[in-house]
């Protein structure tokens, strides 16, 4: 294959620059209830990447014992209120987005609706808005191939033939066990994390991610 035929994005993380102020929010709330410090990196580590409904059960993990419904409430509603006041979208996400030079979507861990709402408020929704996908549309979210693979179906394109930007190790893992090329976004996440995971590419800025596919396409192409 020498183009791609479609690009997926992942939402949180590439889209909205969303993980920091969501991870520093669920921090305030463990360290209220808890009364326990986390270091911010070692919290994005364990939580990046994962469905919303997976928090409660790590987090147990972490601390050690059963989350109370008042807790799970609160950490979610200060979330919440952190990312919808806070959040912006990934410097550069725009210009990808309004002069897509393939077919793009997103397919995400993140609820549709929130996904809406957060382009809505930032102009770009008529630009994806038949092209969101959602791991509430399948049975398991990532790491598991599914939303990958319900995407390619719905976008009638070959799962080899898509190109996949994921800023975590666990969206990472789950598009390469679709069967996709994945570019990893590294702003946030180690490099080596996600080469770990199975990208084939890093990069830092989404400035320049419609050259950093023109120079993997032609490298490819000459193989």
């Known amino acids: 294959m020498d183009k791609f035929d479609l690009m997926i994005l992942d939402f949180d993380g590439v889209v909205l620059d969303s993980e920091v102020t969501a991870h520093e929010a669920l921090i305030e ?7 326990v410090e986390f270091d ?10 994962y469905a919303q409904g997976e928090v409660p ?7 050690g014992r059963k989350l109370t419904d008042s807790f799970i409430k609160n950490y979610r509603e200060k979330i919440d209120n952190a990312v919808s006041n806070d959040s912006k979208l990934v410097r550069g996400i725009d210009k990808i ?22 382009l809505r408020k930032s ?14 549309d399948t049975s398991r979210a990532k790491p598991y191939p599914d939303i990958y693979l319900h995407t390619a179906k ?15 190790p666990i969206g990472v893992k789950a598009a390469v066990a679709a069967n996709m090329t994945v570019f990893g976004y590294s702003k946030i996440t180690d490099s080596n994390k996600l080469y770990d995971a199975g990208a084939i590419h890093t990069f830092k800025s ?17 193989l």
């Open 29 to 35: 709330a463990i360290e209220e209830e808890f009364q």
């Open 40 to 49: 911010l990196e070692f919290i994005l580590d364990e939580f990046v990447g």
């Open 57 to 63: 059960r790590i987090l147990e993990r972490i601390v």
């Open 97 to 118: 987005i309004r002069e897509q030079e393939i077919p793009i979507c997103i397919a995400s861990n993140s609820p549709k609706e929130r996904i809406k709402e957060h």
């Open 123 to 136: 102009g770009l929704l008529s630009y994806l808005e038949n092209r969101i996908f959602s791991a509430n």
């Open 154 to 168: 719905k976008m009638n394109v070959a799962p080899q033939n898509c190109l996949v930007i994921e800023d975590s």
């Open 206 to 222: 989404m400035k320049m991610l419609f050259e950093e596919i023109k120079l993997y396409e032609y490298r490819q192409a000459s």
